[in-house]
């Protein structure tokens, strides 16, 4: 039977006040401990680095281009922690993939409470443990509260975690997360004050990894999760399962980081609004009056537009839809571009059905890149922020669900285009105010 949320359990919340939790030092036998376990488990993490994809033990039970997940056996004593693992492959460097999943600095657990982690609820680093070798490795206490779907109750852990830079056997280089929980007094249960349910993660990992193609990166993650509370076998399955599926969202926080660098870091020249009396996307005429149709600006292409076809950005900002579709297209296109790095080829409609990310339209890409401009917003992917209206009679709408993205077949090659695709190869579509698709025919 699950379990009922208490009625005080509010978001408000969180997150908590800096300082929540003591600040008490570790005493000299807790970070000898502590020491010990963390680099029992490090060494552990590397182990399973080396020989990650064990069919046997962990054979596939899901494959979509930009996720592999694998199940493998419960312990006889513990049927409810399931073992999964994860695999994805990006085109990212260290350091990218480093500044979203460390989460070390005030701005990276920010970072990932409110874009990257949708489920994290808050997280803190209660205590960091001397290393011998601060450069390659980093050792912290960290505690996190997530979010559970209902009927459940929101958890959070205290967990031992490790940082580790390595050089595997193999040679290539890697960049390796442990986590573990521990129980220590600065971290006590908080199941009273905040109704959260202390669950437990044992000898769990992510793993960074260089491949045979330069600038592409394996990412694996190994996590052995017990929800603790009354939670049925099949719920805490699905729940755990969900979680580690949820690495295929790391394509799309690369995009947001890679989107928050151009905008903080690259100048971009702006269209004098006196030069465009039309918006670059609808091509709606400006109102004499200003207030009426504002005139925004695209930080990444300098094009001035209306504020239905500007976006805000979450990080700072205006960005049109046309600018947004190329960045989701991007995520979304397989990172495995070498005839040596490859993924079988799996429709989008095979994702995983249990999984509460945004859903996405379409079927897969080809190599073909179209044509550019910031005023075709209407042949290429657009980003839909607004959820849906309902279908009307006569028109195609997209689903009234919530979509992160919309994504449509390139032609294939050497077939023609109509006179209304343009240069763009693409279905010509237009959306009015209420975020409906028109075909143009």
Not at 2 to 16: C, K, Q, T, Y
Not at 120 to 149: G, S, Y
Not at 328 to 355: G, I, M, Q
Not at 385 to 401: A, F, H, I, N
Request: aromatic content about 6%.
């Amino acid at each position: 039977m699950g379990e009922l949320p208490s009625r005080h359990d509010n978001l408000e919340d969180f997150p908590l006040p800096p300082d929540f939790f003591r600040s008490d030092p570790l005493s000299a036998i807790e970070l000898r401990y502590l020491e010990g376990l963390g680099q029992h488990n490090m060494a552990k993490l590397v182990t399973l680095a080396e020989s990650f994809l064990d069919a046997k033990a962990f054979p596939c039970i899901k494959a979509s281009r930009n996720l592999r997940l694998y199940q493998g056996l419960a312990p006889p004593s513990e049927p409810n922690i399931i073992p999964f693992r994860a695999t994805t492959t990006v085109q990212a460097t260290f350091r990218e993939l480093t500044h979203i999943v460390c989460n070390v600095t005030s701005e990276q657990m920010t970072n990932a409470v409110h874009k990257y982690a949708y489920e994290l609820l808050d997280m803190a680093i209660l205590h960091e443990i001397p290393t011998p070798t601060p450069q390659q490795q980093r050792m912290f206490v960290r505690w996190m509260a997530t979010e559970c779907p209902p009927p459940l109750r929101r958890r959070d852990f205290c967990v031992l975690e490790v940082h580790h830079e390595a050089l595997l056997r193999n040679g290539k280089r890697a960049f390796l997360i442990s986590q573990h929980s521990i129980r220590l007094s600065s971290c006590p249960d908080l199941k009273s004050a905040y109704n959260l349910v202390r669950g437990s993660i044992y000898n769990s990992g992510t793993i960074i990894m260089e491949t045979d193609t330069p600038g592409i990166l394996d990412v694996h993650t190994h996590t052995q999760m017990d929800l603790k509370g009354r939670v049925p076998s099949w719920l805490h399955k699905v729940v755990v399962r969900q979680r580690v599926a949820r690495l295929q969202s790391l394509h799309a926080s690369l995009e947001d980081l890679r989107l928050g660098e151009t905008l903080e870091g690259t100048y971009i020249p702006m269209v004098p609004v006196d030069a465009r009396s039309h918006c670059g996307g609808c091509g709606k005429a400006f109102h004499t009056f200003p207030k009426w149709r504002r005139k925004h600006h695209c930080q990444l292409c300098g094009e001035v537009f209306c504020a239905k076809c500007a976006t805000p950005s979450p990080t700072k900002g205006r960005v049109c839809y046309a600018c947004v579709g190329t960045t989701v297209e991007s995520s979304l296109r397989s990172p495995c571009r070498s005839a040596d790095v490859t993924y079988a080829k799996h429709s989008l409609f095979a994702d995983f059905p249990d999984d509460d990310d945004g859903s996405i339209v379409g079927a897969n890409t080809t190599g073909h890149m179209p044509v550019y401009h910031p005023c075709t917003s209407s042949s290429t992917l657009l980003q839909l922020l607004d959820e849906p209206r309902k279908q009307r009679v006569g028109e195609l709408s997209t689903p009234d669900v919530a979509l992160e993205a919309l994504q449509f077949d390139w032609l294939a090659p050497g077939e023609l285009a109509s006179p209304h695709q343009g240069s763009a190869l693409l279905p010509m579509l237009e959306v009015d105010s209420a975020h409906v698709l028109r075909l143009i025919v």
